[in-house]
C-alpha cells in the first residue's frame, strides 16, 4: 500500500471523528484521547490509525515481535495498518571529502550516516488478537501519583517556569500565564498532579502566535484534554473529558485536526519526561515511534497542516 494511501486513511480517520461529533457521539472524541495515552510513543498519523481501525487496543505489536515474547496471532485476526520509517546507510560526500584531505581516523570518516530513506505499510496486533505466555507486569498504577508528581515538579522547571502555592485562588484550583504556575494549596496529590499537567499544557501549547489565535474556551478545551491523556497514562481518571471539539472549530476537519495534533505532542512531551527511566538505557525500535525533545519544546503552528515527526502525515 502506498503513502499516500495511508494518508487518506489518516484523514479519514479524523473525518470520522468529525462526522461522529456532529452526531451527538462525545464517546468517539474520549477513545481517541485513550489511544493518545496509550500511544503516546507513535506519532499523531498512527495514533489516529490505531484509534479509527480498533479503538480498545491496548498493547500493539508486530507478529515477530509478539512471537518473540512467546505470544502467537490468534487465527482470522486482521492486522492493524500503520507506517513505519526505512532507515539505511547512505555514505556522505561530505566524509568522503574529509577522508581525502585527512587521513587520520580513515575507518571513522568513511562511516556510512544512518538516515531515514522512505516509509512502509505494516500491520500490528493487539495483545487481544494474540494468545500464549502472559505478559510480565511492569507498573500498575492505582490512583497514586508517587514518583510522576516529583518528576512533574522537575518538568516544569526544566522548562522555566516558576511553581508557587496559595489560598488566595480559589475557587480555581490553578492558573497560569506568563511563565508562572499558582496551584491552590492543600489539594490531594492525585488532583494536584491532575491540574498542574493541565497548567503546564497551557504554558506549553498558548505561548505567542497560538495564544492570539485561539479563544480562551478552546485554549482550556485543549489545556485539559492534555491532562486527560496524561493521567490517563499514568493510571488516573479524571471524568470523561468528552468536550465537543466539533463545537469549537465550527466543523473544520482540518483545524481539528491540528488541535489534536498539539495535543498528542505536548501530551507526549510531558510523558517522556515524567515516566520512570530504566536503569540501563536501551533502544528499541517501535514502528514510527517519535520522541519529543522536552527541554527544547515549541508549541505546533497552528497555520500549518504538516506534523514535524518521523511520518509524514
Request: hydrophobic residues 40%; charged residues 25%.
Amino acid at each position: 500500500m502506498k503513502v499516500e494511501e495511508i494518508r487518506n486513511k489518516t484523514n479519514e480517520a479524523v473525518n470520522y471523528l468529525v462526522a461522529a461529533l456532529e452526531s451527538g457521539q462525545s464517546d468517539v472524541l474520549a477513545q481517541y484521547l485513550n489511544a493518545m495515552a496509550r500511544f503516546h510513543n507513535y506519532s499523531f498519523g498512527n495514533v489516529m490509525l490505531i484509534a479509527r481501525q480498533k479503538p480498545d487496543a491496548a498493547h500493539v505489536a508486530g507478529i515477530r515481535a509478539w512471537n518473540a515474547l512467546g505470544r502467537f496471532v490468534k487465527r482470522g485476526e486482521k492486522g492493524i495498518l500503520i507506517l513505519a520509517p526505512m532507515v539505511g546507510y547512505r555514505r556522505s560526500r561530505q566524509n568522503e571529502i574529509a577522508t581525502e584531505i585527512d587521513s587520520d581516523n580513515t575507518a571513522d570518516e568513511r562511516k556510512p550516516e544512518h538516515q531515514l530513506i522512505g516509509f512502509r505499510a505494516v500491520y500490528v496486533f493487539d495483545i487481544s488478537q494474540t494468545e500464549g505466555k502472559e505478559l510480565p507486569t511492569l507498573t500498575e498504577v492505582q490512583g497514586e501519583v508517587n514518583g510522576y508528581r516529583e518528576r512533574l515538579f522537575e518538568f516544569v522547571e526544566s522548562q522555566g517556569v516558576e511553581l508557587s502555592y496559595s489560598e488566595r485562588i480559589a475557587p480555581a484550583k490553578g492558573l497560569s500565564h506568563g511563565g508562572k504556575i499558582t496551584l491552590l494549596s492543600g489539594m490531594q496529590p492525585a488532583e494536584e498532579f491532575s491540574t498542574l499537567v493541565h497548567e503546564i499544557g497551557h504554558e506549553m501549547l498558548h505561548r505567542g502566535d497560538r495564544r492570539t489565535l485561539t479563544s480562551k474556551q478552546v485554549r482550556e478545551t485543549e489545556a485539559e484534554a492534555v491532562a486527560f491523556v496524561v493521567c490517563q497514562a499514568v493510571g488516573l481518571q479524571t471524568g470523561t473529558a468528552s468536550a465537543d471539539y466539533i463545537q469549537l472549530w465550527h466543523g473544520d476537519a482540518s483545524l481539528l485536526r491540528e488541535s489534536l495534533e498539539a495535543v498528542q505532542h505536548t501530551a507526549a512531551v510531558i510523558l517522556g519526561a515524567i515516566s520512570p527511566k530504566p536503569k540501563e538505557e536501551t533502544q528499541e525500535s517501535e514502528p514510527s515511534r517519535s520522541e519529543p525533545d522536552s527541554a527544547s519544546y515549541s508549541p505546533p503552528p497552528m497555520a500549518e497542516a504538516a506534523v514535524a515527526e518521523s511520518v509524514p502525515f
